[in-house]
Nanobody
Framework: QVHLVESGGGSVQAGGSLRLSCTAY????????MGWFRQAPGKEREGVAT???????NYTDSVKGRFTISQDNAKATLYLQMNSLKPEDTAMYYC????????????????WGQGTQVTVSS
């Protein structure tokens, strides 16, 4: 089992920055891939960024050039640096581990955190 705990959310004005963190606990040696997802009120959850054990990353188009996903294996922590934030980035952000597809993609993941709220005001 892997337990994920997110932190770092908050409220910022448009153009501002936030850094989200997600610390993994438990049998983390089994984790091969991690990702960030978000869900805004009334919308479906969407993938934001993923990173695998070889540090290969992928981003959804709307955050490319603004968000950066990274990981510190020694600290078992995943990060999402979010710059140039926009009101449309407002959502609950979740970290997840181990895509069920086996390819570090798709909507179904084995482990999920509880979420951290990000609110961007115009």
């Amino acid at each position: 089992q892997v337990h994920l705990v997110e932190s770092g959310g908050g409220s910022v004005q448009a153009g501002g920055s936030l850094r989200l963190s997600c610390t993994a606990y438990g049998y983390i040696d089994s984790v091969y891939c991690m990702g960030w997802f978000r869900q805004a009120p009334g919308k479906e959850r969407e993938g934001v960024a993923t990173i695998d054990n070889w540090s290969s990353t992928n981003y959804t188009d709307s955050v490319k050039g603004r968000f950066t996903i990274s990981q510190d294996n020694a600290k078992a922590t995943l990060y999402l640096q979010m710059n140039s934030l926009k009101p449309e980035d407002t959502a609950m952000y979740y970290c997840a581990a181990d895509s069920l597809s086996g390819y570090c993609d798709g909507p179904e993941w084995r482990y999920w955190g509880q979420g951290t709220q990000v609110t961007v005001s115009s």
